[in-house]
């Protein structure tokens, strides 16, 4: 997987440190409020207005990103079901085939499972990605073994198209993991963050010598959206993963199966 700008970041690392910058930019406007009412109090018309707007375009940014982030969790849970599918077809259908390979290819099929929980478990998508990829090959020759032995079997093309269709979906699924919130989205938002704050901070500080009660509430409610939208957009890490137990059924059906 690509790796985007923040992934280096540990999710509780992120939201904390998001919260730090938030208060910060209410902070440095507060500061610089204040500067400015000892000089001129002549802004409090006007800056009403321009914070709203201010909050508004952030908001609209922050919902903006959430959906992507959103879809794209429904894109994974989505083909993941999809691929669970298929392999189910593929273990059932490769009753039609003779031995050696019928055995060859379950137990196979039973390691291609596991790949895929694994690369959950342990968050190693380019190690799982790596072992799927061998798999297929070993799968494949199996099929190219069969299909060479007898090319007219209509039951063994029906085990050929579904380990197709699982080859091609976990390229699609790869697809999936790898569309992320494109980074200069994220410099956006934290960029329209600091700067909402700031004037915020701003508007409280010339508004009177006090800071707002609300202030750390606002900078709490606005870290907490930012690290949801960055643990939706983390596959392997964060809360908010894709629910693996379809693939742990999956599992479970293939070691039982007679």
């Not at 392997?236 to 293939?254: I, S």
């Amino acid at each position: 997987m690509p790796t985007q700008l923040l992934d280096s970041i540990p999710l509780p690392v992120l939201a904390l440190g998001t919260v730090i910058i938030v208060l910060v930019a209410l902070e440095v406007g507060f500061r610089l409020g204040c500067w400015r009412r000892i000089r001129s109090s002549s802004e409090d018309a006007a800056l009403g207005g321009v914070v709203g707007a201010t909050l508004g375009l952030l908001a609209f940014l922050l919902a903006f990103t959430f959906g992507m982030a959103a879809s794209r969790f429904e894109d994974r849970r989505q083909v993941l079901l999809e691929e669970v599918n298929l392999l189910g077809d593929s273990f059932l259908r490769a009753d039609f085939i003779g031995e050696p390979h019928r055995s060859a290819v379950r137990r196979l099929l039973q390691e291609y499972v596991e790949a895929r929980l694994d690369a959950v478990r342990n968050g190693d998508l380019a190690l799982a990605v790596q072992r799927s990829e061998q798999l297929h090959q070993e799968i494949w020759s199996h099929v190219v073994a069969m299909g060479t032995a007898d090319p007219s079997s209509e039951m063994k093309a029906l085990f050929v198209d579904s380990m197709n269709a699982v080859i091609s979906t976990h390229t699609k699924r790869l697809v999936v993991a790898r569309n992320r919130i494109p980074s200069t989205i994220w410099l956006a938002l934290y960029a329209m963050t600091i700067l909402a704050m700031a004037t915020v901070g701003y508007q409280s500080g010339v508004s009177g010598p006090r800071r707002s009660a609300a202030m750390p509430t606002l900078a709490l409610t606005f870290s907490i959206v930012i690290a949801l939208i960055a643990d939706l957009d983390r596959p392997l890490q964060g809360l908010l993963r894709v629910d693996q137990q379809a693939m742990v059924d999956l599992q479970h059906t293939m070691a039982t199966s007679p």
